[in-house]
C-alpha cells in the first residue's frame, strides 16, 4: 500500500505536468506516455540498484535516518519547484523526452529510499512507471475542464505535504 500511495505521490508533479500541456493545446499521445514511463521506470530501477548496492555497506540504523532524510529533500524540493511548474513544463519548453527526465526525478529518490528499506527492486519502478502514465495523460486530458484548473492551482502543494505527512511515519513508526 505504501508504494501506491508513494507511486501516486511522486507522479502529481507529471499530472500538474500533462494539465499545463494539454493548457497549451498539446496533446500527450499514447507512444509519448509509454516514453515518459519507460524512463520513470530505468531511472527508478537504477536508483533501487544503486540503494540495495549502498545498503549492504551501511546498517539498518543509518538507513533508516538516511531515508529520512531524503524525504525531508525530496519534500523540500516539491516545495521549491511547485510554483513555477507550469512554466519549467510548458510546450514551449520544448521535447517530451525533458519532461520524462524531470518527473522521473521525485520518483528516483523515492526508489533509492525504497530500497534503502529493502523493496523489491521490480514492484516498485513498475508502480512508478505505471503511475505516471495514468497521471500524466488523465491531466493532459481533462486539461480543459475549469473545475480541474482551479483544484490543480490549490494542490501545487500537495506533494511536498506528503513528502512531510510521510517522514512523519517514519520518523515516530519508523
Known sequence: MLVIFTAIMVSIDGFIGGLCYGIGGKVIRIRQLSLISAVVTVISATMMAFGHLLNSYITDNLSRYLSIVLLLILGILALKTQPNQKEQLSPAAGNILIFAF????????????????????????????????????????????KMVLGFAKKVKFLPAVMFFGVVLVKVFWG
Open 102 to 145: 524531470a518527473v522521473a526525478a521525485d520518483a528516483a529518490g523515492a526508489a533509492l529510499l525504497f530500497a534503502l528499506n529493502g523493496y523489491g527492486i521490480v514492484a516498485v519502478p513498475s508502480a512508478f512507471g505505471v503511475a505516471h502514465f495514468i497521471l500524466i495523460g488523465a491531466g493532459n486530458r481533462v486539461s480543459g475542464l
